[in-house]
């Protein structure tokens, strides 16, 4: 069988993780000098805590070669004959230098493909998703990469943070740095463009902010595929699910930013990822 690797960028939540069988390889947190497995040592709910009520901006680094390792090695011991890997954009993150040298190096005759899947977040997530049904139908490696690939080109983000500080002072605003003027001014919003973040638009208010992201998924609400909730637990988060029924009739997974993307995204963050048809 197929088996589908991913990094702790993703942002699964727990039962698409155990549902699909999809492997986690974690990133690490630094608090200063204080490292931190994503996951494992770090909670979800513990890194909110500790950037909201800290002033240490926290840090992210990509897992090891050893890491993937031995993610592929306990996945070989429970059958699996072939494994795909989808990555964070490697625009972002140097996560996908670890895994292509974990599987050049890797020893046990099993064949491991690595996607750069040039997205992040509930994207990322998504499209894992997708490669691991396909790998659960039987498929072969070859058919589980092409979806894999696939479902990576299909991914879309729009969302808008708080505020554009985070992103900053991580170094990721990328494209949508051209937002920075006026920043106490403008709430912006956010997509992914070329592997990096860009800068799709700005309105004024919060308010204006979420509803634009309603307006954007009612726009594509019939070519969109599959469909999740990416968030920071912002407070009008019930209000959005609400009005996002309103015009998408299908649920939506719902994904919590972790560490890795709360660290540059920031807390109150709100927006959607899917999947094209």
């Not at 491991?112 to 490696?141: N, T, Y």
């Not at 308010?207 to 407070?235: F, M, N, Q, T």
């Amino acid at each position: 069988m197929i088996r589908i690797v991913t990094d702790s960028s993703c942002d699964l939540p727990d039962d698409a993780v155990a549902q699909h069988r999809v492997e986690i390889v974690p990133l690490t947190i630094r608090f200063g000098e204080e490292e931190l497995i994503d996951r494992e040592e770090l909670s979800t709910a513990d890194f909110w805590h500790r950037l909201t009520s800290g002033n240490v901006l926290p840090e992210t680094a990509a897992p090891s070669v050893g890491r993937f390792q031995q993610a592929f090695s306990r996945l070989v011991s429970a059958g699996a004959d072939g494994i795909v890997v989808l990555c964070i954009s490697s625009k972002i993150s140097a996560t996908i230098q670890s895994a292509t040298l974990a599987a050049e190096q890797f020893a046990a005759g099993v064949p491991v493909r690595v996607i750069d899947s040039a997205v992040v977040s509930g994207a990322l997530g998504l499209a894992a998703v997708e490669a691991a049904k396909a790998a659960a139908a039987g498929r072969s490696l070859d058919e589980v990469e092409t979806v894999a690939r696939d479902a990576c080109e299909r991914a879309r983000i729009f969302a808008t943070p708080d505020t554009l500080e985070y992103l900053r002072r991580g170094g990721r605003i990328g494209g949508a740095a051209a937002l920075i003027g006026g920043l106490l001014d403008v709430k912006a919003l956010i997509g992914f463009e070329d592997g990096r973040v860009a800068g799709v638009g700005r309105v004024r208010t919060r308010k204006r902010s979420l509803a634009s992201i309603i307006e954007h998924v009612a726009e594509h609400a019939p070519s969109i595929a599959h469909l999740a909730v990416v968030h920071s637990d912002p407070p009008e988060l019930s209000d959005f699910l609400e009005d996002l029924a309103q015009v998408c009739p299908q649920e939506p997974m719902m994904c919590r930013f972790g560490p890795v993307v709360g660290t540059h995204i920031g807390p109150a963050a709100l927006g959607v990822t899917y999947l094209v048809r």
